[in-house]
């Protein structure tokens, strides 16, 4: 029989309103229940992903079959509206069977060679990395060449059993659905849109295997943002104990290691946001510079600087997390049993210097000044990451959102500058805060910053902001940029990220 498309009337409901009545999804057993128009569709295997599966077809409406090796022993495991059967009986009557075994089984499944050919077979199956690397072949395309007679469609292997059963979230709607064969690959998209989600055409069957590395990927993006701060905080870390713990303790036999789990870490922190923020800013200065200097948007950036453009978000993101952290730790510090001491011993010697009232008044100011360009930084830079998030960045017109992030994000930069400048108020430039010659930690800190800040009031300037402005609509300086590129050139030409 022909790939019959899945039927509209049969499959235009939403995925939250089940297209049966709710009574039938209830009642005892069997499909003679199911309305006979309901679309049925096999199951292959009853395991975790088959059971899921099950229960959100039976909710969107479809009747199921499931062929299992023991159908008495698995028919308890699943929804009353499925029909639990052996392998054979249950891929004789559905034209769309879901195989939901693991590679290594498929080969047990040719046995049903005969009663399969014509029909659509769904490949939900994914790889482990070992496997993933062992193969050549895809599971799908291997499937296939098991199968000749049938059409193979790879989908729903980036879904989860759990969200399966649970219904889509926001987060992972989307259904990448590939094969060689259109009017298959339409019929299991209108399926997967009937149960909620998204489908995605991601081509031919050949496109499996990108598919099937899909759910192997371990926050590829952050890989190395989160080894950029990593670096950086053990850098600063390491500063830190040589200043604050190993220099007391080698010039002034003095024992400061238990500084190292809350103080040491609580002013390694603010380095690592303050500079991370500065490298979100640092390759947009990069890139206008660029672009000035070529007189042109049109030629591509360089990769690395491609790349970094393109790691911003998740720099920033990390940059938040450690300033939270860094308020966090701050909140902590009073109720640390050393700084009771210390008050108390400073105290003491008050009172045997009779001293009654101390109060530096510049002290007193710095102190106010620098707490509060604090909060304001970690307040703008939450706000930033808010708005990162893709429900609310969907929800913002392009030109709210660069504002909030370019120009609220500079002015994070900026406070969290003034931030670090009244904490290190005059030390820069007192001897006893050099520690084995090292510079207060803050000194090193504030490099890129500056050059960012410095850099960007620069390109603000009319010469520069006219021209930038100028290229970016597309001006070119006279012989900037050849249109005509060796053809490998322009193979590998990008979009500019800017
Ligand atoms: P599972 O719980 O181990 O179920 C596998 C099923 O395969 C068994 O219940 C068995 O059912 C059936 N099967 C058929 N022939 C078999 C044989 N020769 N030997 C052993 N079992 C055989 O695995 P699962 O988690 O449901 O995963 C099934 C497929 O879905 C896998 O390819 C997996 O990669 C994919 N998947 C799973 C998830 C998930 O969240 N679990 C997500 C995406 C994709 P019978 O005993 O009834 O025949």
């Known amino acids: 029989m022909p790939h019959q498309p899945v039927g509209a009337t049969k ?3 939403e995925m939250d309103k089940p297209l049966i009545s709710h009574h039938l999804m209830e009642s005892d057993s069997s499909l003679a229940e199911i309305p006979s128009q309901a679309f049925k569709v096999g199951i292959l295997g009853s395991g975790d992903f088959a ?9 969107s409406g479809f009747s199921v079959v499931v062929g299992s090796r023991h159908p008495k022993r698995a028919a308890g495991l699943f929804p009353s509206g499925a029909q639990v059967t052996f392998q054979e009986e249950a891929v004789s009557s559905p034209d769309i069977i879901f195989v939901a075994v693991f590679r290594e089984h498929y080969s047990s499944l040719c046995g049903l060679s005969d009663p399969l050919a014509g029909k659509i077979l769904v490949d939900v199956s994914n790889p482990t990395e070992q496997e993933h690397f062992q193969h050549r072949k895809s599971n799908a395309e291997y499937l296939a060449s098991l ?12 879904i989860s059993a759990w969200t399966l059963q649970a219904g889509p979230r926001d987060g992972n709607r989307q259904v990448p659905i590939c094969s060689d064969q259109p009017e298959a690959k339409h019929t299991v998209s209108e399926l997967a849109h009937a149960m909620g989600f998204t489908p995605v055409d991601m081509g031919p069957l ?10 192997l990927r371990l926050f590829p993006s952050w890989k190395v943002p989160a080894l950029l701060a990593l670096g950086l905080f053990v850098c600063f870390f390491l500063y830190n104990f040589v200043r604050d713990v190993l220099q007391p303790y080698v010039r002034e036999d003095k024992n400061k290691f238990y500084k190292l789990p809350v103080s040491v ?5 603010p380095c690592v946001a303050y500079v991370l923020l500065s490298l979100v800013y640092l390759p947009g200065v990069l890139a206008a510079a660029l672009q000035l200097r070529r007189g042109t948007k049109y030629r591509r950036f360089p990769d690395w600087l491609d790349h970094w453009l393109q790691h911003r978000k998740q720099i920033g993101l990390l940059s938040f997390f450690c300033a939270a952290l860094h308020a966090l730790y701050s909140f902590c510090l009073p109720l640390r049993r050393s700084h009771r001491y210390d008050l108390v011993n400073l105290a003491v010697k008050q009172v045997l210097a009779n001293k009654s009232h101390l109060w530096i008044e510049e002290e007193v100011w710095r102190m106010e000044i620098y707490l509060s360009l604090g909060v304001l930084a970690l307040g703008t830079l939450s706000l930033l990451a808010v708005t990162s998030l893709p429900s609310i960045a ?3 017109s392009w030109r709210e959102f660069s504002f909030i992030q370019s120009t609220l994000g500079f002015v994070a930069l900026v406070l969290s500058t003034g931030h670090t400048l009244t904490y290190g108020w005059t030390r820069a430039f007192e001897e006893s805060f050099y520690k084995f010659y090292l510079p207060p930690t803050f000194t090193l800190t504030l490099l890129v ?10 390109f603000l300037l009319p010469c520069f902001s006219r021209r930038l402005a100028q290229i970016r609509r597309g001006w070119e300086r006279e012989g900037a940029f050849q249109r ?10 990008k979009t500019s990220h800017v």
């Open 11 to 13: 499959m235009s409901g």
């Open 265 to 269: 870490v609580n002013t390694t922190l």
């Open 51 to 59: 059971r899921s599966l099950a229960t959100r077809l039976v909710g």
């Open 449 to 458: 910053p500056c050059v960012v800040i410095l850099a960007k009031g620069l």
């Open 147 to 158: 199968f000749p007679t049938c059409t193979v469609v790879k989908a729903f292997n980036v």
């Open 206 to 215: 050949a496109s499996a295997r990108e598919l099937e590395a899909m759910p």
């Open 484 to 493: 005509v590129l060796p053809a490998d050139c322009a193979l590998t030409e």
């Open 394 to 396: 969907n929800s913002l």
